[in-house]
């Protein structure tokens, strides 16, 4: 059974710092990824979904990797804004069913 | 874009009552919906995965007697958590697999999700 891991578990950082949420997952054979963002009590945003075919995918000021030989995804959080404060997860799709990361808990400190 | 809602968005019940939560996809046709549950702190996990127009398909664990789902049209499925207890306070989220001229997309919508306090 597919299983995804998210480290860290969660990241503190200062107002404009660039960073990095790692994804890994333990079958290659996906069919995509995909990030989301859950604030708290709240359902889930999607941000990018990543096809199997694909490498990265870019929205704003987010980018998102995979390389499925590896088994990772990474997103890179640019500029990074107290409102991008939430909870990031990454689910990997194999058919229609996605398994979820455990999440990475994002502070961004003003 | 599609949207998915949830009704309710916050449910208290005493424990031994039946809570039936409501997942509908308001603007697309979805052939397939899928039940999740979160407890705090933790990530969302499959429960089921409702196909339109027969039983559901549930993950391992999970006690189909208890959380009865129903997907009788394309825009709706109803989760049903019987005899609720305690410890089945959580919160459920839904997702729809849209379906656009008979081709099911990629992409999964989720709804708000609802969160149940079983007292």
């Known amino acids: 059974k597919q299983e995804v891991t998210q480290i860290p578990a969660a990241l503190s950082v200062p107002e404009g710092e660039n960073l990095v949420l790692n994804c890994s997952f333990t079958d290659s054979a996906i069919y995509n990824l995909q990030w989301f963002r859950q604030d708290p009590g709240k359902g889930l945003t999607s941000l990018l979904l990543i096809q199997s075919s694909q490498r990265e995918q870019t929205s704003g000021r987010l980018n998102a990797s995979l390389d499925k030989s590896s088994g990772r995804s990474t997103l890179y959080i640019a500029a990074s804004q107290p409102g991008d404060s939430a909870t990031y997860l990454c689910?990997?799709?194999?058919?229609?069913?996605?398994?979820f990361g455990t999440g990475t808990s994002l502070t961004v400190i003003p | 874009g599609a949207v998915v809602s949830q009704h309710p968005s916050w449910v208290i019940c005493k424990s031994g009552t039946s809570v039936k939560i409501e997942c509908r996809s308001l603007d697309f046709q979805a052939t397939t919906m899928f039940w999740y549950r979160q407890f705090p702190k933790q990530s969302l996990m499959l429960m089921a995965t409702?196909?339109?127009?027969?039983?559901?398909?549930?993950e391992q664990g999970v006690e189909k007697d208890k959380f009865l789902i129903n997907h009788a049209s394309l825009t709706l499925s109803t989760l049903t958590v019987t005899s609720a207890h305690p410890e089945d306070s959580s919160f459920y989220i839904c997702?729809?697999?849209?379906?656009?001229?008979?081709?099911?997309?990629?992409?999964?919508?989720f709804g708000p999700g609802t969160r149940l306090t079983v007292l």
């Open positions: 997702s729809a697999s849209a379906t656009y001229s008979g081709r099911i997309t990629d992409t999964q919508y």
């Open positions: 409702s196909n339109e127009g027969s039983k559901a398909t549930y």
């Open positions: 689910a990997v799709g194999e058919g229609n069913q996605f398994y």
